[in-house]
């Protein structure tokens, strides 16, 4: 349930969906199972132990979406399909042409999607009405966006955007490793990534390398700028920030997220909740902090205020 990687969104203003209208909504919406024709099935599922679709913590909601996915590689369609052309050419007498070997293609498509295996992946995002976040728990914008198009699509409406700041990541990446210091809650870590503006666009990644010397600072002087740099938030988390603002391979630093403490005796649901509004209110306060490190729009500074 601990999130490892953040693609941010913000909520509108005036969203108001209650904890129970969610549920409603999204058991409404509930993944079934891909039918014989369908190569794909997309819904809602629980995303807790507790057989929820919702479930909600001190006004903290976590939701799950699930996607069932036939698994018919192209390369199995085109093998099939080469072996019975062989066969048909053989039955007629001559090479099996183009529209007829599309035909094949076709036939021999709707054949295995009935028998083909299916993967199943899950998506979480936690939604904070309270400080208007809506984060999903994705290594990439594509599979945020799924959830989130399947989120407005069930509610009927949702005006979410990405998280937008005044200066670039990639810009204040760049001036944080030029100066060898980061915001006050936040400090440098060994790992970045240096891109070029040339033509070319040479990349530089550095790995477990001090990024305070000289060669950096070159780096930066001869027109490189950061494209991903590892930052840790007051000592708790530690992740690395993107170019395009996603939160990747988040580490809470002081917590034990596999066993209870010496002489507790957890029960699960309650260890669930404990877990769920600690990573909640540790995310709440990094995103707040990094919003305020690259500059709110002015707009959500007014809303905060």
């Known amino acids: 349930m601990w999130f490892k990687n953040l693609i941010v969104y913000r909520l509108p203003d005036d969203f108001s969906v209650s904890a129970t209208e969610l549920e409603e909504k999204l058991a409404a919406r509930s993944l079934m199972p891909c039918g014989s024709f369908d190569m794909q099935s997309k819904g809602w599922v629980f995303s807790s132990d507790l057989e929820r679709y919702v479930h909600t913590v001190n006004g903290q909601h976590l939701i799950a979406l699930g996607v069932d996915q036939k698994l018919l590689p192209g390369s199995i369609i085109r093998q099939v399909a080469t072996d019975r052309a062989k066969e048909i050419a053989k039955e007629q007498g001559y090479p099996v042409g183009r529209r007829q070997m599309r035909e094949l293609k076709m036939r021999v498509t709707e054949e295995l999607r009935g028998r083909a295996l299916t993967r199943k992946r899950v998506t979480h995002a936690w939604i904070d009405p309270a400080h208007g976040w809506l984060v999903v728990?994705?290594?990439?914008?594509?599979?945020?966006?799924?959830?989130?198009?399947?989120?407005?699509?069930?509610?009927?409406?949702?005006?979410?955007?990405?998280?937008?700041?005044?200066?670039?990541?990639?810009?204040?990446?760049?001036?944080?490793?030029?100066?060898?210091?980061?915001?006050?809650?936040?400090?440098?870590?060994?790992?970045?990534?240096?891109?070029?503006?040339?033509?070319?666009?040479?990349?530089?990644?550095?790995?477990?390398?001090?990024?305070?010397?000289?060669?950096?600072?070159?780096?930066?002087?001869?027109?490189?700028?950061?494209?991903?740099?590892?930052?840790?938030?007051?000592?708790?988390?530690?992740?690395?920030?993107?170019?395009?603002?996603?939160?990747?391979?988040?580490?809470?630093?002081?917590?034990?997220?596999?066993?209870?403490?010496?002489?507790?005796?957890?029960?699960?649901g309650e260890q669930f909740d404990i877990d769920f509004t600690l990573m909640t209110g540790e995310l709440a306060a990094l995103l707040a902090d990094l919003a305020k490190a690259l500059g709110e729009p002015e707009q959500k500074q007014a809303a905060a205020a």
Not at 148 to 162: A, C, I, N, P, Y
Not at 223 to 236: E, S
């Open 137 to 268: 728990n994705a290594s990439s914008e594509g599979k945020a966006e799924e959830l989130v198009e399947t989120l407005r699509d069930t509610l009927g409406s949702l005006q979410v955007t990405l998280m937008e700041t005044e200066r670039s990541p990639s810009s204040s990446m760049t001036a944080w490793l030029a100066l060898g210091d980061a915001p006050v809650t936040f400090t440098i870590d060994d790992d970045c990534e240096l891109q070029a503006a040339d033509q070319s666009k040479p990349v530089v990644r550095y790995v477990r390398h001090p990024l305070d010397g000289k060669e950096i600072r070159a780096q930066i002087t001869g027109g490189m700028f950061a494209t991903r740099l590892g930052l840790t938030w007051k000592d708790r988390i530690s992740f690395v920030l993107n170019e395009k603002l996603h939160v990747k391979k988040v580490e809470f630093l002081l917590m034990d997220k596999d066993t209870p403490a010496e002489g507790e005796s957890a029960n699960p």
